[in-house]
């Protein structure tokens, strides 16, 4: 149906002015607009004609008042500057709150009923007036990860031209962090910035908690000292004659935010049911599901607008497919932003390489694809990659590995289930999470330090781990020598291994009985990390069997996180056989057949007599280099010698030749 001419002039209105401006009048005639020209004319020479006497009369007064010698202090004209710049402000936020909804909902994909209540909690300081120095509201934002919470936040914000100050609560996440903690939060409370966002509640010490509950309730934070600024920093007052030390610290003006994950009765478990009480608005997301293919969409719009400064870039809509196979129910959307990246980044490269190239189609064919001047070819063969080792590669390693059967099963029964839980999780189905901290027990050499190694690498591939890194340390790691060093000591540790494994071979020295102070504050600092990065880190703990029985009793939390206990045994004579002659291949070298019955002799032997202290593998890795150290000496005197074969000769099969 044709549109009038007067709702086609509406329609215009509403885009120019936005949706509910006062309907202005348009000339729709030549006649019209010279008339209404010749009105606003005749307006601007009165406006001019105002401002010119009002300006003679301010100009008068002010010479009235000099001739009468009285002078205008200029602290008055300070703060009636002040005024008027707050008048204004709340002027600006008041029309930007008027059309905040419809920008979110044009901005933020399936979060109707989240958008409402962040609007409704933003314009709520405006009906109620609030002392300068408190909170201008209070609002718990909660939802599934990747749901859009913070993007919600972040964009009220850009429209209302409010920065964010953001506090990552994981970083104060042992009690010696105090100081920073009350530091970071002065900081962020001097600065201009309209909202004050918390982050990662969990993941704080839970001594700061009650300190961030308080602050949501009040609006101040108690200080346990009396503290002085200097130069943005606050000192602590060492006498009480400092006139103006501050003892409180107060939110002025700020709206307050957290962000979580978490459910609600996690939050309650976690800040009390006091604190969710005294919460005027919480805002919740929920899962982006049923809106995902409208994000992947907005997605690849703004990948669009992107591209344009590289090429004129056509994108099909094959396109989508890649984003929705590359998609991460635990990222959310943030899976599409990272896949946008990757895209970016590879076009860039080829842009590069090829600066005469100006117009290229983008499109998805088992891969992403790009088609320039109707040659297609792959878009990620413009980009190195460091590839991730292959499942099969490990799994062939692992099988390569002498004995150890039990422990092999149990790692690649892992797989198994993590591909159960992703098909779980595809069909909206919870996901039962198993615990894969481990505990290994054995003698040295039994092949520990490996296997951790090889579940670091497969757990990469397999996608549980985001990394694969092996971080190997002992006791001297992580315990410190002073007081307050421990925990940040080892929580540095931690965070080097997130994404991958962290070994921590004798780790019954970690606790030396109950006034071992520091290494208990090691131990405890472990199991909160074991919760933290529960979905990107896995610790193993190594020790001999019986050691190590007693270090679980040392904290009642080790038991429960440590579910696998997996027992590394002592390698038989004929395993260590075998293992002689894989070392001996690795260095491109062989044993020959008459040293086979008498090795077999010798170390089992070894192993009957010497058992925990016999080295196991490493007994077998030392009698190989021994046999080649001896094998140069003999072969410098033949000719035409055997570089490769080790003979009976090169092997010194007796007791005393034992390494310890």
Known sequence: MKKSRQQEIEELQEKVFGKGAPKRNIPT????????ARKAQIDLEKVEKTNSYLNDLLAQQI?????MNIEIPS??????????????KKENISHSLATLEDVLQANVIGQEVAIQALVKALKRP???KNEANESLNSILVLGPKGSGKHELVEEAAKHLNASIVTLDLSKYATQEAENIWIQDI???????????????PESCFSGFLPVLTEFFKTGRILLKKRYKENKGQLQEATTSLVSDALDTLSAQGHYLFLVTDLKKNKIVDLLGIEFMNSLSDIVETTSMETSKQAWIQKEIRTLKEKSETLFETEIDDSLQTYYVNKYNPSLGIHSFELTSQEILHALSQYRLENSDVQKIRLYYQEDCQIEVSGKQMPLFSFVSKVESVDIESIKKELNDIVGLQEV??????????????KLREKQGLKTASVSKHMIFTGNPGTGKTTIARLIAQYLRAIGILSGGQLIEVTRADLVGKYVGHTAPLTMQVIQSAVGGVLFIDEAYSLFRGKEDSFGLECIDTIVKAIEDYRDN??????????????FLESNSGLKSRFPNIIDFKDYTAEELVQISCSIAKSKDYYISEECKQPLFEYYEKIQNDKNKMSGNGRLARNKVEEAILKQSSRLIHEENPNLQELLLCDFQLDESSFVQ
């Open 29 to 36: 005639s030549m006649n019209e607009m010279m008339e209404q």
């Open 63 to 67: 010479k009235d008042m000099q001739e």
């Open 75 to 88: 602290s008055s004209l300070e703060a009636f500057q002040k005024e008027m710049e707050q008048d204004i």
């Open 126 to 128: 405006t009906l109620i």
């Open 186 to 200: 002065y900081a962020a409370i001097s600065k201009p910035g309209s909202i004050l966002l918390f982050d990662n």
């Open 408 to 421: 092999k099963k149990y790692v690649l029964s892992l797989e198994d289930n993590f591909r159960i839980q």
């Open 537 to 550: 880190l896995i610790v193993i703990l190594a020790g001999y069997k019986k050691e190590m029985n007693d």
